[in-house]
């Protein structure tokens, strides 16, 4: 038998991806080609392999809880479902969908059978999770879906296809930004619901959802109160020191690759996605560096460059501030690759820096690189402070949105209670 590992985060240790008993149940993770998508899913150790689902498994209480959308391919043309039902025994995963908004269930023609596979955290249940992968879908385009099975399945619900800006140049797509939400889940909700009446495309979130990774019920809150928002619009998370690389986050975000470091295009954006908190530190400098700068070769034309990471390398913050090991491993890659705008969370404040380039204050953002820091979506604050290379902070709950077109890309952020903060980002090409 495997050694459960011991995980330690502000005072509290819990049990980490257990070795189950069950024979019924095994952990070692697989692989699942998806039908029709051209890409595979992986689960981790922790989880079983992800098998299609079987519409003969019903279980006592099979009703979809925790709706929310990922992307693992094109997001021009594909969209994951993703959800859970709170018994062990439903494998029925089915979806009805069709083109259109605002749908009535009956014009739900078109059904697809998902994938699903279950996995243990820190006690003996086992968290059964669903996904259904459209692909095929057209750009630009609004469909209604539900999920579930025969007789259980969810409300309905409306998600958009990402544009194809090769047909429509003029497409501006809109990207909300927040991280940080760990433990303050009241405060969370507020702002998603502030976050929904700004009518984002897809949202970006900069990792420590949970306060432990591990601690399922962390994550009922931070999925069950965003159910509003995420059911319409994909979620993309960078990991977290705080997500502890858990079997809980890797099995509830779909996400590109290898979930850990990938890039996505997204209308005239390409992001780049990092874990800074590797279960090896010595891949921040090796392996993540490597894959950070395929990612950042592979998108040098791109029109706009986004690089999302957790921990930031530039912050006033008085909590953590900035990070010495990442700005000497990575920051050399945001300078060579001219990175637009790095999009941070760690310190709980809202921070926006003058443009870098070097280590040195620019002029002009057409000349650096603007890094922000927006770690205030629930977490308990902290202090904020001011360096030379500070455009603006401010110790406040936050939320951004980011409004890429093709020859500008702006950002603006709004408190807790709906109010703008003053200093956000623009840049025009
Ligand atoms: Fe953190």
Known sequence: MRKALMICLVGACVKGNPQPDDPSFSDLGGTLPIEGC?????????????????????????????????????ARTTMVVQWRTADEETRATEIRFAEGANLGEDALTETKTGIEFGYKSTGSEIYRMHQAH??????????????????HFSSVYTFHTA???ADKPDAEVVFA???????????????????????????????????????????????GRAEPLFATVPVISAHGNHDVNSVNYYSQFALPGDQQNFGLDYGHAHITVANDTPEDIAAITGAFRA???????????????????????????????????????????????K??????????????????????????????????????????????????WTEYSEKTYSAAIIRVGRDAMTMDAFRQDNTAIPTGFSKTK
């Not at 057209?138 to 879906?145: F, N, R």
């Open 291 to 337: 894959a950070i700068q395929t990612d950042f070769e592979a998108s040098k034309n791109a029109r706009w460059k986004l690089f999302m990471h957790h921990q930031p390398i530039w912050s006033a913050s008085t909590r953590h501030g900035s990070s010495t090991f990442l700005k000497d491993s990575w920051n050399p890659l945001i300078d060579q690759y």
């Open 38 to 74: 051209g890409y595979s899913v992986t689960s981790r150790i922790g989880a079983e392999a992800p098998r299609v689902g079987n519409p003969a498994s019903v279980g006592a209480d099979p009703t979809p809880r925790l709706l929310h959308l990922g992307l693992v391919g094109d």
């Open 134 to 151: 459209l692909c095929g879908l057209k750009p630009d385009t609004s469909y209604s879906y539900q999920v579930g099975s025969p007789g």
């Open 339 to 388: 990175i637009d705008l790095v999009l941070n969370g760690h310190d709980h404040d809202y921070e926006v820096t003058k443009p870098l380039f070097d280590g040195q204050v620019k002029a002009s953002n057409a000349d650096g690189t603007v890094f922000v820091v927006a770690g205030g979506a629930g977490a308990e604050l902290y202090d904020a402070a001011r360096e030379f």
């Open 163 to 165: 544009p194809n800006v």
């Open 177 to 223: 930004f927040l991280g940080d939400s760990r433990g303050g889940y009241d405060v969370w909700q507020q702002l998603v619901q502030h976050t929904i009446q700004r009518k984002p495309d897809l949202v970006l979130f900069s990792g420590d959802a949970v306060t432990v990774g591990l601690t399922q019920f962390e994550w009922e809150e931070f999925f």
